[in-house]
């Protein structure tokens, strides 16, 4: 049985700076993704025998990134949701075996920095795909 572990994971954000000169975004604790689809109830009277018809709906998905902070971080990552699109790859394992990537064009809808008093400060991202959500 071949399954992968969190650290493994990875995040790819094209276009956004990153100190190594690559595309992926460091400090990343954790990254969730919610894929979804609508399911659109279609019964009519005297047209089914009792049972329900359905259809599949609009689909659609959203993401939360959660990432620790430091200084090369912060120049890194939007620290505000902006007007504009941007594209993300979420991978699920970055080195050897197979690893699943959603991936897709995404606006960010939040930012939420939390800064304790006695712990590191870290930063949640949220964001909504627009569009396709491909997977490979």
């Given at each position: 049985m071949?399954?992968h572990v969190?650290?493994d994971?990875?995040?790819?954000?094209?276009?956004v700076?990153?100190?190594d000169?690559s595309?992926?975004?460091t400090?990343v604790?954790?990254w969730a993704a919610d894929?979804?689809?609508?399911?659109?109830?279609?019964t009519?009277?005297?047209?089914?025998n009792?049972?329900?018809?359905?259809?599949m709906?609009l689909?659609g998905?959203?993401?939360?990134l959660?990432?620790?902070?430091?200084q090369d971080?912060v120049?890194e990552?939007?620290m505000?949701?902006?007007?504009d699109?941007?594209?993300v790859?979420?991978?699920?394992?970055?080195?050897?075996?197979?690893?699943?990537?959603y991936?897709g064009t995404?606006y960010?809808t939040?930012v939420h920095?939390?800064?304790?008093v006695?712990?590191k400060v870290s930063?949640t991202?949220?964001?909504?795909?627009?569009?396709?959500?491909?997977?490979?």
């Amino acid at each position: 049985m071949s399954w992968h572990v969190g650290y493994d994971g990875e995040v790819e954000w094209p276009g956004v700076y990153t100190p190594d000169g690559s595309d992926l975004v460091t400090e990343v604790v954790s990254w969730a993704a919610d894929i979804t689809g609508d399911v659109i109830d279609g019964t009519a009277m005297n047209n089914t025998n009792g049972w329900r018809r359905k259809k599949m709906g609009l689909r659609g998905g959203a993401f939360t990134l959660e990432c620790n902070i430091d200084q090369d971080l912060v120049p890194e990552l939007p620290m505000a949701p902006g007007s504009d699109p941007v594209s993300v790859y979420l991978r699920s394992g970055a080195s050897g075996g197979t690893s699943v990537t959603y991936s897709g064009t995404a606006y960010l809808t939040g930012v939420h920095p939390n800064v304790p008093v006695d712990g590191k400060v870290s930063v949640t991202i949220d964001g909504e795909f627009d569009g396709t959500i491909s997977t490979t």
